[in-house]
């Protein structure tokens, strides 16, 4: 692994900055998935740096109502990643957010040039592995029956496709099972589980009876936030599953035990 | 200030400076879809909808409409002025002409219509009448609940941007896809409400 | 922005005082509500999914439409003056509403001028959002409706719940009771043996309506699409019964929207493409008539009605829900409505493309119509289906940002504001977190505490990543 293959040119190692773009979620309650990514990426040959100065995207607040609270962590989190080749972001929500709606913001002079420089080198985790890196094997080993949620964002805002499928089946050891009706809302969507919590929890109930019915051991999807929800409720109802976020699968090479952030009953940690 | 001049003022101060918008019209249009094998789609589509579809060479039409009023049982059939003569004739069936007589009340008597079509479109099934020979004022296919429609085979184009362009908008159109149907209950389609509720097509090539 | 009505339902309980969150809390727990709208929803939604498959150019008539209605908009004033004179030149005559009251009182005169107290509809959103039969009602004229689904809800005396079948609130039970109860107050009785058979029920609405067809001198209608080059209106529907009130009475009324206008005929072929097959799932609906002006014989008036949407038109995002086609597909693919169907809405319009024309058509004034912008977790499911590329969560959001906010919330939300504006903020947070984590409660306070009835929160690590990567050196030591 001397080099690595952006946008088809070959760089020597050390010459291309790559940002981790954790997410405000990740760092504060996940740390364990950032972990995963940074012990992926080594693997794969990329150093990434950690810019200190980044925070929040903005998108629960923006996605709520305060549009100008949210621009203002807009503002910071380009400047916070200015200068990189590309920034990887372990959520698809936020990579959306940055590439959806940060052109529609209002920003002081420059803030929309920065953007439209800024975000083609935004990649979510699993765009950054197959178009960027261009791989599917990344060496990992996880023996277990695995479900994958697309999520929403990932799924119809940046259209990762069959991307992070690509990735879960070449993972030696790991079975792979479909998830019925994938394509739909687990009910999270920021505040809407707050400000509608009865009609969210319908839905993230139709999605655990989903779950349930594949036999999975492990739900993974590719951003923590919809996995908080459901694995929630996974907890509550003491299902046994668990969930993972898609990284944690990926940096794994050997069993996991107690990899992933924690929670109550739902969670994290092997069987 | 009139609620027309109020209307049109909102208008212009709503889209000032707006910038126009170009019409990408990069789909399948009017002659863009291949033209063969028209007559198997367009009776493959209209039968999907449960309509009753044969397809017949043109000496076996005046046979397969009377076979079809007979298997129907009908008594008094319509049959709209410009329909090509010579009528068939179909014993124990009365072919009436439209009239002055008939009233919606009377056409609600009577147990069918025979009518040829303006257009039909082969990738949706669909017939389209425009009140022209052989087809009538709209009422006539609609009151009684049996429909035998010809169609000729160069009637037949291959998608709704080719019959549009065909179509004249002067005159009435109706654009009939198998019989009158409903998906108000439970969101699945049912046949048969207020219009014919037996939609007979004859294919003629 | 002028309060517009809306056909908001006043008197009824809740009403405008009551938000969507409520509405909606009282109808997931109805399971025979959640059982009828997941069946037909699923339906339509695999229907629709496969006639659209069907279609190598989808994603290019999805843009085209988008393209016509947006120019169409942006040059309204010209195609409305366009589609006067063409409507006049065939001998129909134009009238302009600025408002729902004005526009009831438009037809309501035109019954009058016939003598006649009786008229037939077919089923029109636009004279629902006018509330004009119970103007009409109040003038002494009677409006039968004449679509199955219309005619259930105004047998049981119900509200719609879907723009498309309004009583998909109702199983072929719950149909049944009303047709054996009701028809007979209203004309003729449903036979004494009807059962739940779905074409027993359709059998059972022709045999009631037909006397009622055949004897009405004045029809309303509403129009899916109003040519401006030609004059042509068009009516798409399934079961005749449109057919029925557009050919058959002496005086036909149509009441659009100026938002139903498209520029020249040439455009339908867009359009009969993809509403079909968005709104019913069929590659083409039974029925579609187009008319021009005076049409064999009939007396035709065409009534052109505002009633908000000139404003609706004046917001730069908001203005895309006027390209709508009020096809359905929305509502049919969405989560949301499929859990809580129409009512929650508390509007004619429901489900995604509801809750971005209601508050901006009819003003955000009552707490209801501040909570319809939230009552969306923006999956993007809706502005995927939509044929005319309605981008529903991007409006959704821009009305949020244009809401009143409740007091704790905005409090809330300048804290959180403050502390992730800088990253020393947020790892002070996060190390004053980390030290109490056990003291965390269990049930989350406040307005949070209806998530985590369902849901185990997630416990606080000892340590954020931001941490973890200073004292180890992003791992390196």
């Known amino acids: ?271 | 200030m009139s609620s027309r001049e109020r209307i049109l003022a909102r208008i212009r101060a709503a889209v000032a400076g707006a910038p126009d918008v170009e019409i990408p019209r990069a789909y399948r249009g009017a002659g863009d879809l291949p033209d063969t094998g028209l007559v198997d789609l367009f009776a493959r589509r209209v039968g999907d909808y449960r309509a009753v579809v044969h397809v017949v060479p043109e000496t076996g039409a005046a046979e397969r409409i009377s076979a079809s009023l007979t298997a129907r049982g009908a008594r008094r059939i319509v049959v709209p002025g410009g329909f090509p003569e010579p009528w068939p004739s179909v014993p124990g069936v009365e072919l009436m002409t439209d009239g002055p007589g008939l009233g919606a009340a009377e056409l609600d008597t009577v147990d069918g219509v025979l009518t040829t079509c303006a257009v039909a479109v082969a990738e949706t099934g669909t017939i389209v009448l425009d009140a022209g020979p052989g087809q009538g004022r709209r009422a006539l296919t609609l009151v009684p609940d049996y429909h035998l429609c010809v169609v000729r085979a160069d009637q037949i184009v291959a998608g709704v941007p080719d019959a549009v362009a065909r179509l004249v908008p002067d005159r009435p159109l109706t654009w009939i896809s198998g019989p009158s149907a409903t998906s108000d209950i439970e969101l699945n389609r049912i046949e048969g409400v207020h219009g014919p509720r037996t939609l007979e097509v004859l294919v003629v090539t | 922005m002028t309060r517009t009505f809306l056909g908001l339902p006043g008197p009824r309980p809740g009403a405008a005082g009551e938000g969507f969150p409520a509405r909606a809390a009282r109808a997931v727990r109805d399971s025979q509500l959640r059982f009828n709208l997941r069946k037909a929803t699923r339906t339509i939604r695999a229907r629709r999914a496969g006639v659209v498959s069907e279609l190598p150019d989808w994603a290019e008539l999805r843009r085209a439409g988008k393209a016509i209605k947006d120019h169409t908009l942006r040059n309204l004033d010209a195609y409305l003056l366009q589609l006067e004179e063409a409507v006049t030149r065939a001998g129909g005559h134009v009238h302009w509403a600025a408002d729902a009251a004005e526009a009831n009182r438009i037809v309501a005169g035109l019954v009058r001028a016939t003598g006649e107290t009786e008229v037939v509809k077919v089923k029109s959103m636009v004279t629902q959002e006018t509330g004009l039969n119970e103007a009409l009602l109040a003038e002494g004229i009677t409006a039968y409706e004449t679509d199955l689904a219309e005619l259930i809800v105004q047998l049981g005396d119900d509200r719609p719940s879907h723009i498309l079948v309004p009583a998909i609130h109702r199983n072929r039970a719950e149909i049944r009771e009303v047709f054996a109860g009701r028809m007979a107050g209203w004309g003729r009785p449903a036979p004494e043996d009807l059962t739940d058979d779905p074409p027993a029920l359709a059998e059972a609405a022709r045999v009631h309506l037909r006397e009622r067809f055949l004897a009405t001198k004045v029809a309303i209608s509403g129009a899916n699409f109003a040519v401006a080059e030609t004059g042509t209106m068009v009516v798409l529907e399934s079961e005749g019964n449109g057919r029925m009130c557009l050919t058959l009475p002496e005086t036909l009324i149509t009441v659009v929207g100026i938002e139903k206008l498209v520029p020249t005929w040439r455009d339908l072929e867009v359009f009969l493409q993809l509403l079909p097959r968005s709104s019913t799932g069929e590659r083409m609906n039974p029925y579609t008539s187009m008319w021009t002006g005076a049409t064999e014989g009939q007396e035709f008036h065409l009534v052109l009605l505002d009633n908000g949407r000139t404003g609706v038109l004046a917001d730069e995002t908001g203005r895309q829900a006027l390209r709508c086609i009020r096809c359905s597909a929305c509502l049919n693919v969405c989560p949301v409505y499929e859990r809580v169907g129409g009512h929650a809405y508390g509007s004619v319009y429901p489900g995604p493309i509801g809750a971005i024309l209601t508050p901006q058509l009819h003003g955000m004034e009552s707490e209801l119509e501040r909570s319809l912008p939230y009552a969306s977790s923006l999956c993007g499911a809706c502005y995927e289906v939509c044929p005319v590329a309605i981008d529903i969560p991007a409006v959704l959001v821009h009305l949020r940002a244009k809401t009143r906010h409740p007091v704790a919330e905005r409090a809330g939300m300048a804290a959180a504001g403050w502390v992730l504006e800088r990253s020393g903020r947020l790892a002070r947070m996060q190390r004053l977190g980390g030290r109490l984590r056990r003291l965390a409660p269990e049930r989350l306070p406040g307005p949070m505490g209806g998530w985590s009835d369902t849901r185990d929160v997630p416990e606080l690590p000892a340590e954020s990543f931001r941490a973890w990567w200073e004292r180890t050196d992003g791992g390196r030591r």
């Open chain 1, 1 to 271: 692994m001397y080099g690595l293959t952006i946008f088809g040119l070959t760089i020597q190692e050390g010459s291309v900055r790559v940002a981790l773009f954790i997410t405000c979620v990740n760092d504060t309650l996940f740390p364990g998935t950032g972990r995963a990514v940074v012990t992926l990426l080594r693997r794969l040959g990329v150093d990434v740096d950690f810019p200190a100065a980044q925070t929040c995207c903005g998108q629960m607040h923006v996605n709520t109502g305060y549009r100008d609270e949210g621009a203002r962590l807009a503002h910071h989190t380009i400047a916070a990643f200015s200068g990189y080749d590309a920034v990887v972001v372990p959520s698809g929500s936020c990579a959306a957010m940055v590439r959806e709606q940060y052109p529609r913001l209002p920003g002081p002079p420059g803030f929309a040039a920065a953007v439209a420089e800024t975000t083609p080198r935004v990649h979510e985790l699993t765009e950054f592995l197959v178009d960027v890196l261009g791989v599917t094997d990344v060496g990992a080993y996880f023996p277990h029956r695995v479900t994958y949620h697309p999520t929403c964002h990932s799924l119809r805002g940046l259209h990762l496709g069959d991307r992070p499928l690509r990735l879960l089946r070449k993972v030696r050891g790991l079975e792979l099972v479909p998830l019925p009706n994938e394509e739909e809302c687990c009910g999270f969507g920021g505040t809407f589980a707050v400000k509608n919590a009865d009609v969210s929890a319908a839905m993230c109930a139709d999605k655990v009876r989903a779950v349930l019915d594949t036999g999975a051991e492990v739900l993974c999807a590719a951003d923590n936030s919809c996995l908080t929800h459901i694995g929630g409720t996974l907890g509550r109802q003491k299902t046994g599953v668990r969930v993972m976020h898609l990284a944690e699968i990926l940096a794994a090479t050997e069993p996991v035990t107690g990899a992933a952030g924690v929670a109550r009953g739902g969670r994290g940690g092997a069987a």
